[in-house]
């Protein structure tokens, strides 16, 4: 199983939008409403943002949002903020009981 | 509360063997999947891993199959990462994770160890 291809970089001011891409196949993104998106800061164990594509568990502000179109999943974040700036990872699963993750985005906020 | 800690990292040879142990607290360790991911230096997250609630079924990525070995004591409430004939390129923290609800969704997640392996 490939990465999942996402952009190396986005940015945005405080209170804008962004929006992060997640490229699959028809094997993996394609075939499975189970996209997870984590939120990694510097030096600090990931955290579960977006599960099964539009899903945010308990904590999560309804700021970050996931979508899907045929084999590219999305997160935005709305009203962007400081402590938003950090690293995200997109998993999907893909089958046989594997797990493929991008290659993350880093998030600058302006 | 829900948390899960990591031992076992360290500098180790290539060749040689290491043995990861993730201790669960807060929840029912015995009803959830269990999963090992890790970050290579300065690199993106990659699943290494995982293991059913019960310990019945086992899956790994290509990059580790045959070499690294999960396991579990729900007695114990302990997941454990045997590493064996270790590459340079398994230096990496290794993070220990819950599944959600069997569908490889990572909500719980250690502070992560260490594993370098050098010469």
């Known amino acids: 199983q490939s990465a999942l291809t996402q952009p190396p970089s986005a940015s945005g001011s405080p209170g804008q939008s962004v929006t992060i891409s997640c490229t699959g196949t028809?094997?993996?993104?394609?075939?499975?409403?189970?996209v997870s998106w984590y939120q990694q800061h510097p030096g600090k164990a990931p955290k579960l943002m977006i599960y099964?594509?539009?899903k945010r568990p308990s904590g999560v502000p309804d700021r970050f949002s996931g979508s899907k179109s045929g084999n590219t999943a999305s997160l935005t974040v709305s009203g962007l903020q400081a402590e938003d700036e950090a690293d995200y990872y997109c998993?999907?699963?893909?089958?046989?009981?594997?797990?493929?993750f991008g290659g993350g985005t880093k998030v600058t906020v302006l | 509360q829900v948390q899960l800690v990591e031992s076992g990292g360290g500098v180790v040879q290539p060749g040689r063997s290491l043995r990861l142990s993730c201790v669960a607290s807060g929840f029912t360790f015995s009803t959830y999947g269990m999963h090992w991911v890790r970050q290579a230096p300065g690199k993106g997250l990659e699943w290494v891993a995982g293991?059913?609630?019960?310990?019945?079924?086992?899956y790994y990525a290509d990059s580790v199959k045959g070499r690294f070995t999960i396991s579990r004591d729900n007695s114990k409430k302990t997941l454990s990462l045997q590493m064996n004939s270790v590459r340079a390129e398994d230096t990496a923290v290794y993070y220990c994770?819950?599944?959600?609800?069997?569908?490889?969704?990572?909500?719980?997640w250690g502070q992560g160890t260490t594993v370098t392996v050098s010469s």
């Open positions: 998993t999907s699963y893909a089958g046989s009981n594997h797990v493929v």
């Open positions: 293991i059913w609630y019960d310990g019945s079924n086992k």
């Open positions: 994770a819950r599944d959600l609800a069997g569908i490889f969704v990572f909500d719980i």
């Open positions: 099964e594509v539009t």
């Open positions: 028809s094997s993996d993104v394609g075939d499975y409403n189970y």
